[in-house]
């Protein structure tokens, strides 16, 4: 039975997913885990972003406005591993935050020792202890689906509608899968002194997800222009860009392409005092030729690759996501 569940799920992958990470957030492990909470004693006077398929770095500068030091827990939260990881991993396998992210950290200059904390989540709920009561993977690959989806098989069909109603298990036409989400924060602690500003530095490689290309053809786009569109604000300029490069050749004699996903979570800098002061995002599409769209406004073009946007008093209410096409060589 697993194995007949492998082309519906398989089909899961093609729709369009962008993994993320994010703005640094005052946090605290409470009752339940790591929980993000607002701190109204420290600004966040800037913050200098650049985005990359390659590389991510963001520079933040913060400010103590109170009259002692403060020490916090702060967290720089990594996306949500969606249950069935639709759209980005493809064949790979699973992504070791610790190693993968090659995630780096400097306060004023200075490397600092950083934790990982994981959990796992339901729309916001923290599952982790009943997964683990039930003995069920934290985490699922749907390509290796005899490892990791043996448990479903294994339930009666009275016991999947149980969880399908405990809301651990969803169905997706007629397949059932985990519903919960792996979250990771990459957390450490900081001491901000009174009165004073520090400056924090964020150097990793993201975890951009990708497919070769297709869904962007004439011939489709009816069927994904609306989820492109909502997402990446892909507009008439977007796709004229790219008709030219594919001509007039039918489908077989046309060149490939690559579409690269990236994304960074903006919202959670919502959380510390008043907005942020200086806002400035520089997203890097890579090679001149390729094409690239984000929803942002004020976006100016600073050089053959790279597209600037800058922001005073800015209060994220939003994330971002960006669409790269690459074309094959």
């Known amino acids: 039975m697993i194995r007949h569940v492998r082309s519906a799920v398989l089909a899961l992958l093609a729709l369009p997913a962008a993994p993320s990470l994010a703005n640094d957030s005052s946090a605290a492990i409470g009752i339940g885990g790591l929980e993000l909470t607002r701190n109204d004693a420290i600004s966040m006077d800037s913050e200098d972003l650049y985005l990359s398929t390659e590389e991510v770095r963001v520079r933040y500068r913060f400010t103590n406005r109170s009259p002692r030091d403060v020490e916090t827990l702060v967290s720089f939260p990594v996306p949500h591993l969606p249950g069935g990881i639709d759209g980005y991993l493809g064949d790979r396998s699973l992504p070791d935050f610790r190693e993968d992210l090659k995630f780096r950290t400097t306060i004023d200059g200075k490397p600092v020792q950083l934790d990982y904390v994981e959990k796992l989540e339901i729309a916001g709920r923290d599952v982790t202890a009943r997964i683990t009561q039930l003995g069920w993977p934290r985490l699922w690959n749907p390509v290796d689906y005899d490892d990791n989806l043996a448990f479903v098989e294994k339930l009666s069909e009275a016991e999947r509608q149980a969880y399908i109603r405990e809301g651990l298990l969803r169905r997706q036409d007629d397949v059932v899968l985990p519903?919960?989400?792996?979250?990771?924060?990459?957390?450490?602690?900081?001491?901000f002194p009174a009165g004073k500003t520090v400056e924090v530095t964020h150097r990793y490689v993201p975890l951009a997800g990708g497919s070769v290309g297709g869904a962007l053809d004439p011939e489709y786009r009816r069927d994904t222009a609306a989820d492109y569109t909502k997402r990446y604000c892909t507009d008439r300029n977007f796709y004229a860009g790219i008709d030219r490069r594919l001509g007039t050749r039918p489908p077989g004699e046309r060149p490939g392409y690559f579409e690269r996903w990236l994304g960074y979570i903006l919202s959670s800098g919502a959380n510390w005092r008043g907005p942020i002061g200086d806002f400035r995002l520089v997203i890097d599409k890579g090679k001149p030729d390729n094409l690239?769209?984000?929803?942002?406004?004020?976006?100016?073009?600073?050089?053959?690759?790279?597209?600037?946007?800058?922001?005073?008093?800015?209060?994220?209410?939003?994330?971002i996501d960006v669409l790269i096409v690459e074309w094959a060589p």
């Not at 984000?294 to 209410?317: A, H, L, Y």
Request: charged residues 30%; glycine residues 4%; hydrophobic residues 35%.
């Open 179 to 191: 519903a919960w989400n792996l979250v990771t924060h990459v957390t450490r602690r900081q001491v």
């Open 292 to 319: 690239v769209s984000f929803c942002k406004d004020g976006v100016k073009k600073i050089s053959p690759t790279q597209f600037e946007v800058r922001k005073m008093q800015f209060e994220p209410k939003g994330d």
